[in-house]
Each structure stands twice: as structure tokens, then as C-alpha cells.
């Protein structure tokens, strides 16, 4: 099976960055498309980034607008999601997800999920 562990949330003020890692692993996972959803209070969980691990492309919800950047280490163990200019929309539960499927950020049916890690921008 696979685990993901995710790291990083905490409290940031408006304007401000951070820096979520998701530290994966498990039989095949260097192979499997990575990425990070999140959830609102009150809302659906939604995608925000995902990575092609092999391909090393990524693909983006509409909202980051070159916000944020998703990015490997050189292992392919480590996920991580650069966050600029954070607002307070921003605010969620940020979840880490793979599977072996095609690397979308619209899926929302990825087989491995994390326990999050909470982002407050306030």
C-alpha cells in the first residue's frame, strides 16, 4: 500500500508563502501522478495541483493563477507545493493524493489520500 504523510500547514499571514511536502511511500508509487487537493470548511474538496512523476509536468487548477508551484526532490519520494501570496481563500485542509492514473488536477477519484495538513491564512 501506499502512505502519504503531509507536512508544512500552519498560520500565514495574507500575502505570505509556504512550503507543503508530502512525503510518499510504497511499492510503485514513484511511478503513480501526485498532488494536492483541499477542502474549505462548508465546501467540496477540490483539486489544486498535480505532478506527472516520470514526465516531471504538472497541472493546475484554474484558481492558483501562478501562485503556487508543485515540484519532486530528485528520489521522486517527496512531493512538495511552493505557496505565494497566500489569501484568505486560500485557507483549507490541504490533502496529498496519488494513484497510477492519468494526472489530472480535476480528478478527484485518486486511490491514496494523506490525513492533511491545515493551511490558516489570517
Known amino acids: 500500500e501506499v502512505q502519504l504523510v503531509e507536512s508544512g500547514g500552519g498560520l500565514v499571514q495574507p500575502g505570505g508563502s509556504l512550503r507543503l511536502s508530502c512525503a510518499a511511500s510504497g511499492d510503485s508509487v514513484k511511478n503513480y501522478c501526485m498532488g494536492w487537493f483541499r477542502q474549505a470548511p462548508g465546501k467540496e474538496r477540490e483539486g489544486v495541483a498535480v505532478?506527472?512523476?516520470?514526465?516531471?509536468?504538472?497541472d493546475y487548477a484554474p484558481f492558483v493563477h501562478g501562485r503556487f508551484d508543485i515540484f519532486q526532490d530528485n528520489t521522486k519520494t517527496t512531493v512538495y507545493l511552493e505557496k505565494n501570496d497566500l489569501k484568505a481563500s486560500d485557507t483549507a485542509m490541504y490533502y496529498c493524493?496519488?494513484?497510477?492514473?492519468?494526472?489530472?488536477?480535476?480528478?478527484?477519484?485518486?486511490?491514496?489520500w494523506g490525513q492533511g495538513t491545515q493551511v490558516t491564512v489570517s
Open positions: 505532478i506527472s512523476r516520470n514526465s516531471n509536468t504538472a
Open positions: 493524493a496519488a494513484d497510477s492514473g492519468f494526472c489530472l488536477a480535476a480528478r478527484r477519484d485518486y486511490k491514496y
